[in-house]
């Protein structure tokens, strides 16, 4: 998709796997699990791709990875479960289980979305009427390994010949 092999981008499929198969583990099969990582390879890409068309900052992926494919694998078991997993519970909807699980993951998803951007809301808007959220123009520019840390992070230079 991106025209040429990516590493980062390949560690951040990696991860989106085992953060989306996080909440569904102890309710899907092997195979189940297995296609749910590898949608999350797929969805984590379109994710980046999407944040970076709208000038979200996010440069390690973490929302890509860590919010995109958390929500994915939460409703995944809505889609995937079957009730004689050691989890238990009931049968997803890809298992005939119909659409009462796959509402309540959704209801659930949407339920711990909205009460951690309130609070996040919240806690950020107290932050920055109280402290701020800016460094100095002049400690950006710096980076923030030597205004805060006092050191350089990336001491090599990767552009001389």
């Excluded at 958390?70 to 809505?78: L, Q, R």
Aim: glycine share 14%.
């Amino acid at each position: 998709m991106l025209g040429k092999p990516d590493f980062s981008m390949t560690v951040n499929g990696a991860l989106a796997g085992l953060v989306a198969i996080t909440a569904p583990c102890a309710f899907v099969s092997v195979m189940s699990s297995a296609i749910i990582g590898l949608i999350a390879g797929f969805i984590v890409v379109l994710a980046v791709i999407f944040f970076d068309k709208r000038k979200i900052d996010d440069p390690a992926g973490a929302l890509s990875v860590h919010l995109v494919n958390g929500m994915w694998g939460t409703i995944a078991v809505g889609l995937f479960a079957t009730a004689d997993s050691p989890g238990g519970g009931a049968d997803g909807l890809f298992h005939g289980g119909g659409m009462g699980p796959l509402t309540a993951q959704l209801v659930s998803t949407l339920a711990v979305g909205a009460f951690a951007f309130g609070v996040a809301f919240v806690a950020w808007s107290l932050i920055k009427a109280l402290l701020g959220l800016r460094v100095d123009p002049e400690d950006e520019m710096r980076g923030l390994d030597h205004s805060e840390m006092g050191m350089e992070a990336y001491p090599v230079d990767l552009t001389a010949d």
